[in-house]
């Protein structure tokens, strides 16, 4: 199991962040997330492992002036 927020997903082997995000079925661009405590920016999402129990914390892009 992955917490994000009040959401629980299915946790699987070589779950990546981006796998967690597109799970989300969300579209927020989301550009820095902390998986457990690592932070990871948005070009690492792909490549970086999620573990089973891990809580992962999004920070969405936000445009404004």
Same mark, same amino acid.
């Given at each position: 199991?992955?917490?994000?927020?009040?959401? #629980? %997903?299915?946790?699987?082997?070589?779950?990546? %962040? #981006? !796998? &967690?995000?597109?799970? %989300?079925? !969300?579209?927020? *661009?989301?550009?820095?997330?902390? &998986?457990?405590?690592?932070?990871?920016?948005? *070009?690492?999402?792909?490549?970086?492992?999620? *573990? !089973?129990?891990?809580? &992962?914390?999004?920070? *969405? %892009?936000?445009?404004?002036?």
């Amino acid at each position: 199991m992955v917490r994000v927020g009040e959401r #629980e %997903l299915t946790w699987q082997e070589g779950m990546t %962040l #981006e !796998d &967690v995000i597109e799970a %989300l079925g !969300d579209s927020y *661009p989301y550009s820095v997330a902390r &998986v457990g405590s690592r932070i990871v920016t948005a *070009p690492h999402f792909a490549s970086v492992l999620v *573990p !089973d129990g891990i809580e &992962v914390f999004l920070v *969405p %892009l936000v445009a404004g002036g």
